[in-house]
């Protein structure tokens, strides 16, 4: 694990190169990314006839942008990745290395984030100029906002380490993937701000790990959480994290047994 | 010993079913499966430092035997040591102390300059930036890579590619060099070059190689002790001398005279021993004994403006050893 942990910076300076490599691919999938702007303007029109809640406008305006800005900064890709490269064989190549293959995936998708930030940070500059200042006020929850940032990364990297993992047992496991992106969609805060639940649905989704992947960072940078409430977020965030994490790594060693490239 | 195999096994289950739509649906149902014994019980051991052939046909085990050896691939039973660690359990002071090179599989990063796979070994490794250097400077030199260094790997020849994989493979030194099919698809100029280059990192850093070719050139240049494998099982493990002489005992002859070989020299030759005649020039295969006297009595009864005395080719002697194994 140290030795891993010593190879991470030059493994993020490498995943950063190729991150530039690709970058003409790389801005047109960040502008996929459109489903915020499209429920920003849904929701904005319907506020404007009444309020939803403490959801005007603005309020709107400002949780989609939110939205926005925490999936640009949490994208990843390695389900994908595991899935080519166990069917390919070419998974081979990080087993040889004397670091876990999970270091190197999340090495190359954590290294595309200083990428992700020449989207993001003019998005942000210019949210607060169009909306004035929105975000959160509290120092508290400002130091807090790259912590949970980096979970709601983590959380989505690490169950897609997962999904990608399972190709080890089955021929593919990326039918998988689009049911917990299924989920994901509805169930995080992506497309309906997790507060305008029924309050029976609103129990269960709050005990569920998708909120934590997009609607907590959300909610806590633009103000709709008190400062213990973040905090409580934060520490309920880290354990899924944590939970994730040894999930994945337990699923690696049993997966490795299955790794079955016979043959050249 | 740096490499002990004892009884080492791969079997697996593949699924089989036959074209059409009709076993497409009965497979919903029902999927047969057949047991594939890639590896069936194999033992050898290494010393530090051997250069050993290893050799077989297509799906004989080969590549899986190696894959077992440098932790890829859990074997269903048997032992297997490697540089003192059981390849499985895959230690980091294992595979640092490893490599496997396969000649169908590259690590380079496609679309960057081979410099920064160098870089990115380097952080893998951690090799400190002394050393780091010194090891990439000796493989530039060797292996000619300057004028490569800067280009994107996608630009590169195979050739050139593998100059590149090779120094990649080499750059923490591993004492264990695992090379599979390392020339395939390069041509005899760079096969050449590849196998000087191999026979010097082994010469000079003492590493042990184990290498897997079906061009027997590199397999004769390289590897003085062969194992053979045939359907997951040993067939021969010993000098590459005594394979041949063992399995094949006979010498070929070619001999070109000034005129066409006269009655009494063919009667002398024998009807057996001839293989074909050509105009003035003639093939024979003699037995090892009867060499000597042979060659003598052509040259004193005959104007030979020529004469080659060989091996049998390694493709048809393996051939036969795998024929009297089917056998």
Not at chain 1, 12 to 40: C, D, H, K, N, Q
Not at chain 2, 112 to 132: C, S, W
Not at chain 2, 298 to 319: G, H, I, K, N, Y
Request: aromatic fraction near 8%.
């Amino acid at each position: 694990m140290m030795r891993g942990l010593r190879a991470f910076p030059g493994l993020l300076r490498v995943g950063f190169v190729s991150a530039l490599a690709y970058r003409a691919e790389f801005l047109v999938w960040m502008l996929a990314y459109t489903m915020p702007l499209i429920m920003l303007a849904l929701w904005t029109a319907v506020a404007a006839e009444a309020p939803l809640g403490r959801f005007g406008e603005r309020e709107f305006s400002a949780y989609f942008i939110g939205t926005l800005l925490v999936r640009l900064s949490s994208g990843a890709w390695v389900a994908w990745d595991l899935n080519f490269e166990v069917r390919q064989g070419t998974l081979q190549r990080r087993l040889l290395w004397p670091i876990h293959a999970l270091l190197t995936f999340l090495a190359e998708n954590l290294a595309a984030l200083p990428m992700r930030a020449v989207m993001s940070v003019p998005i942000a500059i210019a949210t607060t100029l169009w909306l004035g200042p929105v975000w959160v006020k509290d120092p508290v929850q400002i130091a807090i906002i790259p912590l949970t940032l980096l979970g709601a990364f983590l959380l989505t990297f690490l169950p897609m380490a997962m999904i990608g993992t399972l190709s080890l047992f089955w021929e593919s496991s990326l039918s998988l993937y689009d049911l917990w992106l299924a989920l994901y969609t509805v169930l995080s805060g992506y497309v309906v701000p997790l507060e305008l639940f029924p309050p029976q649905l609103k129990a269960a989704v709050h005990a569920l790990p998708f909120r934590f992947m997009l609607a907590v960072p959300v909610e806590n940078m633009v103000g709709l959480m008190t400062r213990e409430q973040a905090l409580i977020a934060l520490f309920w965030q880290w354990v899924y994290v944590l939970g994730f994490a040894v999930g994945a790594a337990g699923l690696w060693r049993v997966g490795l047994r299955r790794f079955a490239a016979y043959g050249g | 010993m740096v490499i002990e195999v004892d009884g080492l096994m791969k079997h697996y289950r593949v699924h089989e079913r036959p074209p059409g739509i009709a076993a497409a649906l009965r497979s919903l149902i029902s999927r047969p499966t057949r047991l594939v014994k890639a590896v069936d019980g194999i033992s050898f051991k290494i010393a530090e430092a051997e250069r050993v052939g290893f050799l077989g046909p297509n799906g004989a085990g080969k590549t899986t035997t190696l894959k077992m050896l440098s932790g890829l691939l859990l074997p269903t039973a048997g032992q297997a040591h490697v540089a003192g660690y059981v390849p499985f359990q895959r230690k980091p002071e294992f595979l640092s102390s490893i490599m496997l090179v396969a000649g169908q599989k590259q690590q380079l990063l496609w679309d960057l300059p081979p410099a920064e796979t160098f870089e990115m070994n380097r952080a893998i490794y951690g090799l400190d930036k002394a050393q780091f250097k010194q090891t990439l400077d000796e493989l530039v030199e060797v292996l000619q890579l300057t004028p490569l260094l800067q280009k994107p790997v996608r630009q590169l020849s195979l050739g050139e590619r593998m100059k590149c994989e090779l120094a990649a493979a080499l750059l923490h030194r591993p004492r264990v060099l695992f090379l599979d099919e390392p020339t395939i698809g390069l041509d005899v100029t760079m096969q050449a070059a590849v196998r000087d280059f191999i026979r010097r990192y082994n010469e000079q850093h003492g590493a042990t190689v184990i290498l897997t070719s079906h061009y027997m050139e590199d397999v004769a240049a390289l590897c003085p002790r062969v194992i053979v494998i045939n359907d997951g099982r040993l067939v021969w493990d010993g000098a590459l001398d005594e394979l041949v002489r063992s399995t094949r005992p006979e010498k070929l002859i070619t001999v070109k005279l000034d005129q066409p070989a006269s009655p009494e020299l063919l009667a002398l030759i024998g009807e057996k021993r001839l293989i074909s005649q050509s105009g003035v020039q003639l093939k024979l295969q003699v037995p090892q004994p009867e060499l000597q006297p042979l060659v003598s009595g052509l040259l004193s009864r005959a104007a030979v403006v020529d004469l080659t005395v060989e091996d049998p080719p390694l493709e048809e002697v393996l051939a036969d050893l795998f024929a009297e194994h089917a056998s």
